[in-house]
């Protein structure tokens, strides 16, 4: 697995983060048979949330990899808070508590990041600030970052926070690029051209925040995934042409895909099926042509103009 530098960072990560919202639905020897065959790939960096499964997917895993401080060292681990039943919290207090909450599930000392997960729409940056310094200081987190933000969210953070921020978990695939295509169809009077997200996209590139993909192969909003799905029959088979070329399957080239983007980006995996946990690690081993990258693209129907 190839790795690169988390954000502004000195953090070293696999290219391929391994999202853990689904672990739940695993039974015990197969949640030890996942995490297992994810560290054998190379992909030691599990990706979670304190509302994955309730807080009980943290707890399965850390069961799953049998934590302990020698396992500690060879793994990176993030986790999200912020999101409440009907609302949205990024008080200190929650903050602060959630973060216990994750460590102790997850029976570890330390996040190595933590990310805000959904804007909170009361947030009061001051209190972001404290709580990052309180974490900071403590030992608990070592980094941190946002999901879901636009460019003037972050810069209102920045305002208060004064640790780097070194992520951005947002929505992306193939047939959910807006964040690309708005880039592409500047001016245009076209769908694609209406800038949803404030140049969250070229906002990161310029201020080294890497963008983590959640849901690489869904389209709409976990409306179901594309890949062998007959509502995209073109991109299926653009995709399935190019995965013969390469010599791999179609999921290895849908993340090969976001990969080749030059803002360096990590997809964060949901597949609690280890073959299709291997073909994703295997994208860090292809590098598409500029031709195969806009070939696909066109073929999950985005314009250019």
Known sequence: MKTMKLGTSTLEVPVVAVGCMRINSLD????????QKAL??????????????????????ADAIHMNDDIREKIILQSKCGIRK??????????????DGALKRLKTDYLDILLLHRPD??????????????????????????????????????????????????????TNANMISNGVNVNMENESAINRDGSILDF????DITIQPWSPFQYGFFEGVF?????????????????????VSNTTIAIAWLLRHPAHMQPVTGTMNIERLIDCCRASEIYLTREEWYEIYRAAGNVLP
Not at 40 to 61: L, S, T, V
Not at 86 to 99: M, P, Y
């Open 28 to 35: 015990k020897p197969e949640a030890e048979r996942f995490v």
């Open 121 to 174: 729409a009361l947030v009061e940056p001051e209190e972001v600030a404290k709580a990052f310094d309180i974490l900071e200081s403590s030992g608990k987190v070592r980094h941190f970052g946002v999901s879901n933000q636009n460019p003037t969210q972050i810069q209102l953070l920045k305002k208060f926070v004064k640790q780097p921020l070194v992520a951005n978990q947002l929505q992306l695939s193939i």
């Open 86 to 99: 009907g609302s949205f919290d990024f008080s200190l207090e929650h903050i602060l508590e959630s973060v």
């Open 40 to 61: 054998e790939e190379g992909a030691n960096f599990f990706d979670h949330a304190d509302i994955y499964g309730g807080g009980a997917c943290e707890e399965i895993f």
């Open 227 to 247: 890949l062998g799905s007959e509502k995209f029959p073109e991109l299926n088979k653009k995709i399935d042409e190019i995965a013969g070329k390469y010599d």
């Open 204 to 207: 990161c590139r310029l201020n």
